[in-house]
């Protein structure tokens, strides 16, 4: 890193780089890089709104940036993958699955019941997040980025922009931003 550094001019993304909002996060230096460039993608393509973007990766991220342009804060749950594997590592009989397209609601056996377990607890915990995030703020804009985001998208109830790159758009716009610095 001192190699480049010395050879090149380079934006490193941690807690100490000047960020384009405000950050009202309690513990800013534990705020993932992550959660920093999608809250930046918000404050660039959604100026003077409240956006809750939802990342469904790894972990379920909710962050919230509100209409003047500050970051809040949000939520950390595990993603489809880690359900899986949870049930699967912390029980004894329990196969690990990967999620299925075509799901019931109501399993009739152990593997039916495990996808409607995880399919319908991860649509249902981030409609529920959507529902109690549209009762605090007023025309709330929602995205929905990540590596399963595909996924889920189209079994959501709430109206949302799914964008797959909306993470890269973050970290584009924090280089732009800190060129001229």
Do not use: H
Request: charged letters at 20%; a negative charge; aromatic letters at 8%.
């Amino acid at each position: 890193m001192q190699k480049l550094q010395e050879d090149y001019k380079m934006v490193v993304l941690d807690q100490e780089l000047p960020q384009v909002f405000s950050n009202s996060y309690a513990t800013p230096k534990t705020l993932g890089n992550d959660r920093i460039a999608l809250v930046s993608a918000a404050s660039k393509l959604y100026p003077n709104q409240n956006v809750l973007v939802i990342d469904a990766g790894t972990c379920i991220t909710f962050d919230i940036k509100n209409i003047e342009n500050e970051y809040l804060g949000g939520a950390i749950s595990p993603g489809l993958q880690m359900r899986y594997q949870a049930m699967n590592t912390f029980t004894e009989n329990l196969p690990l699955l990967e999620p299925e397209e075509a799901v019931d609601l109501i399993g009739n056996t152990t593997i039916k019941s495990i996808q409607s377990g995880v399919i319908f607890g991860i649509t249902a915990e981030i409609d529920g997040v959507i529902s109690m995030y549209n009762s605090q703020f007023k025309d709330l804009t929602i995205i929905l980025t990540g590596g399963d985001s595909v996924f889920l998208c189209k079994r959501l109830k709430n109206s949302i922009f799914a964008n797959s790159n909306f993470l890269l758009e973050g970290l584009n716009y924090i280089l732009e931003f800190n060129k001229s610095q």
